[in-house]
């Protein structure tokens, strides 16, 4: 019917977030809010952090768009792995996704720091899928830059 | 494969003749995620059979050299096999030789056009190359099913000049919507751009009542004939146009190869776009006088393997018969249509519009996303195209942001439309939109 591959790619946990998705709904008062597009098939995405007053803990995040399972799940895990973390923990669990996301394959996401979003862990291996897997996280890392600009990763 | 074989004049391929069709495609036996591809992506690009990829190969193994220059016994032999492939072309589309002008693709061709024109505006070029100039108070009109190949260059020539762009709209079942049409094409259109196939939506478009119009204010016509040149029989002469456009690669031919028509009388009149060697007459360090069409427009060293490989597609297709290609073609359309409109859920997008359509269905998955059907269908060895197929205009109009598209060639069977139908409504059950 459909390969194993498939239905790791397509776990029902992925299906169920992308079907009920956290944190949908965009709110007032947002601390810093990103945009993005993925080109090749017009899916967008706007996120919003909102951070305590005087402090670096996000209390919330929300988002609302459109696109595929893969894209609207992740970006439901990402609600969901990020509540409470510091802009500095999040801009480091941002890295590890985009890692083991370019990976092909090779590195599983680590559960214990990602929670549920390491059942994306299968979208290393179709290159293809990867943007849609990332359009949420990368929205929430200019979010984060936003705020805290010297947590930019060093490209190289 | 033999026309010997070709009996049946309408209809489908025999089985018998989508055998030997399919044994001249090599990559037509690969194996896809443990299933034999079926390949329904000829829409983004076309497989290639073994007697384009065996010309290709010849060119490079035994007359390699560069056309139009040298004096040697290779390049004399290039250059009749670079000639002649225009003049190949040149035969398939009811055109004269010296009204082909290779470019890398239709985009380029479009693009050449559009910055010619640009050009006449800025002075150049000669008297004649007056007729081209546009300004504030002109206007380019296009359709609103355009693929982004045929609006951005008409944006940004608009930009650049001062014209203003408008369009033709599609009404809600897809078609051009004329109603208005007397308001929109009026004495200020300088270009009546349009395609002649939709992408997305596979319809054929009123071309002679568009030619009709246009003439009667006075506009040039630009016809973008990627996704008809490949599946109708195709005569620019008859069409009337004034300028069209096509891919090579969309027609069993290479990559890096595509053709630009017009009429000579226009083509001479319009300045070049890339300047360089091999379009020239005479150089001094201040100024340099320019060949005429098509040399003028084919600056520096030209895609000689891949005009090769284009002509021996067109002989391919010829072979085989266009109009045999567009009856097959057609049965495989109508039962795409049928197959899927038939599904719960799904909905072709301009299935209202128009009988006329070549063998290609774009649709939407009510709850699934053309990502996640796309992929479905991989897992299964079928290649469908995801996404808005380059043309968002329309899928907005059609008020959504993508579809999946499956398009067809000479080269595709029934069972594979079956197999794609079959892959679609399991997709539904898969996530979940059906029980």
């Known amino acids: 019917m459909s390969s194993a591959e498939l239905q790791s790619l397509y776990q029902e946990l992925i299906l169920d977030h992308s079907r009920h998705p956290q944190g949908f709904g965009l709110v007032d008062g947002a601390s810093a809010q990103s945009h993005q597009v993925n080109p090749t098939c017009g899916d967008e995405i706007t996120l919003q952090l909102h951070v305590e007053p005087g402090s670096d803990v996000v209390t919330r995040v929300s988002w609302e768009g459109h696109g595929c399972a893969i894209s609207q799940a992740s970006a439901s895990l990402f609600t969901e792995m990020a509540d409470s973390l510091t802009l500095e923990v999040m801009q480091q669990r941002i890295d590890l996704f985009r890692t083991a996301m370019r990976s092909r394959g090779a590195i599983e996401p680590d559960e214990e720091l990602l929670g549920d979003a390491a059942a994306l862990g299968g979208v290393s291996k179709y290159i293809a899928r990867v943007k849609c897997a990332m359009l949420a996280w990368v929205a929430a890392e200019h979010a984060v830059l936003q705020l805290r600009p010297e947590l930019a990763p060093r490209e190289g | 494969m033999s026309t010997a074989e070709s009996t049946t004049r309408a209809g489908a391929f025999s089985a018998a003749e989508s055998h030997a069709i399919r044994a001249d495609f090599p990559i037509l036996s690969a194996v896809v995620n443990d299933s034999p591809l079926v390949y329904l992506d000829s829409g983004a690009t076309s497989q290639k059979p073994r007697q384009v990829l065996d010309a290709e190969r010849s060119f490079y193994e035994n007359d390699n050299a560069a056309v139009h220059r040298g004096a040697h016994m290779l390049a004399a032999l290039a250059t009749e096999s670079f000639e002649d492939a225009r003049s190949t072309v040149a035969r398939f589309v009811g055109a004269r030789d010296d009204e082909i002008v290779w470019t890398s693709n239709a985009t380029e061709g479009i693009n050449l056009i559009a910055y010619a024109m640009g050009n006449a505006g800025l002075g150049r070029g000669s008297a004649d190359a007056e007729q081209f100039r546009l300004g504030a108070g002109d206007e380019i009109v296009v359709t609103e099913m355009e693929h982004h190949a045929n609006l951005i260059p008409w944006q940004e020539l608009a930009a650049r000049t001062g014209a203003t762009l408008r369009f033709i709209p599609v009404d809600d079942d897809g078609s051009l919507d004329l109603s208005g049409i007397r308001s929109i094409v009026t004495a200020k259109t300088r270009v009546l751009a349009f395609t002649h ?156 519009a128009g009988s006329h359509r070549v063998g290609l269905a774009s649709f939407d998955v009510a709850g699934v996303h053309s990502h996640d059907v796309g992929q479905f269908l991989d897992d299964r060895g079928i290649a469908v195209r995801v996404g808005h197929h380059c043309a968002q205009p329309l899928h907005r109009r059609l008020g959504v942001t993508s579809s999946t598209r499956a398009s067809t060639y000479l080269y595709n069977t029934v069972d594979e439309v079956d197999q794609l139908i079959a892959g679609v409504a399991d997709a539904t059950t898969f996530f979940g939109v059906r029980p």
């Open chain 2, 197 to 352: 196939v939709s992408n997305v939506l596979g319809i054929v478009n009123p071309v002679a009542e568009l030619v009709a119009l246009a003439k009667e204010v006075g506009a040039l016509t630009v016809l973008d004939a990627c996704q008809s040149a490949p599946h109708l029989a195709l005569n620019l002469a008859d069409l009337d146009v004034d300028f069209a456009v096509f891919s090579g690669h969309k027609m069993l031919g290479p990559t890096g190869i595509g053709v630009l028509y017009g009429r000579a009388r226009l083509l001479n009149a319009l300045p070049p776009f890339l300047t360089g060697g091999s379009m020239i007459t005479t150089v001094t360090m201040e100024r340099a006088e320019y060949l005429p069409a098509p040399m003028r427009f084919e600056a520096g060293t030209q895609r000689i393997s891949q005009a090769i490989g284009l002509a021996a597609a067109i002989r391919y297709l010829q072979n085989v018969g266009l109009d045999r290609i567009a009856a097959h073609e057609s049965v495989l359309g109508e039962r795409l249509v049928a197959g899927l409109s038939a599904l719960p859920g799904i909905t072709v997008l301009g299935q209202g």
